[in-house]
């Protein structure tokens, strides 16, 4: 699909792209665009992430929002512990 739209005649438009695949315009753009990412020169790159950026950032957001869970287990678990080791007066 990626293909067919970057290699399209350039009498046909993105647009006739999209209506002859049964597709909204904006989507194809979106593809090309991170095709275009994912195959770019690192020094010639437009802004933006890679797929391969973008899943690991998804991965890093996922570990830390559960390291994040673990530490306040961790948190109420020492401040529950510590109560019980206070010597009463």
Partial sequence: MVRVAQNRDENTTLAEVAADFGLHEGT????VR???LD?????DRKPGLT?????ELRALRRRNRT????????RRAAAY???A???SK
């Fill in 67 to 74: 390291l994040e869970q673990e530490l306040e287990v961790m």
């Fill in 39 to 43: 195959a770019g020169n690192p020094n």
């Fill in 85 to 87: 080791q206070i010597p």
């Fill in 34 to 36: 991170q095709a275009e």
């Fill in 81 to 83: 512990f510590g109560q």
């Fill in 28 to 31: 194809i753009r979106k593809w």
């Fill in 51 to 55: 797929t391969e950026e973008r899943d």
